[in-house]
Nanobody, 124 residues
Framework: QVQLVESGGGLVQAGGSLRLSCAAS????????MAWYRQAPGKQRESVAV???????????SYADSVKGRFTISRDIAKSMVYLQMNSLKPDDTAVYYC??????????????WGQGTQVTVSS
């Protein structure tokens, strides 16, 4: 099983920055994607930033248009951590942010792990 715990959310003024962290634990055969999603009140959960496995050890990052140039996803494999650096925050970025890992627990057995979420509130 893979367990994820997010941290780093909070209240920030528009234009400010926050760094979210996601700590992963457990064991898995593979990690095919590491992502940050968010869900604002009354809206569907949406993908914000994703690392997708492109080769044996390479991951490519991609971003939602609404956050390109402002958010950066990064990882520290040695520490089993994934981060989301959020700059130039806007009130529209207010949401609960979730960490997500997808892969295989063992060959042919997929998993889709989610953290509990961390609240980000951006005041105008």
């Amino acid at each position: 099983q893979v367990q994820l715990v997010e941290s780093g959310g909070g209240l920030v003024q528009a234009g400010g920055s926050l760094r979210l962290s996601c700590a992963a634990s457990g064991t898995a055969f593979s990690i095919n994607a590491m992502a940050w999603y968010r869900q604002a009140p009354g809206k569907q959960r949406e993908s914000v930033a994703v690392f997708t496995k492109g080769g044996r050890t390479n991951y490519a990052d991609s971003y939602a248009d609404s956050v390109k140039g402002r958010f950066t996803i990064s990882r520290d494999i040695a520490k089993s951590m994934v981060y989301l650096q959020m700059n130039s925050l806007k009130p529209d970025d207010t949401a609960v942010y979730y960490c997500n890992f997808r892969g295989e627990l063992r060959v042919g057995v997929p998993y889709d792990a989610w953290g509990q979420g961390t609240q980000v509130t951006v005041s105008s």
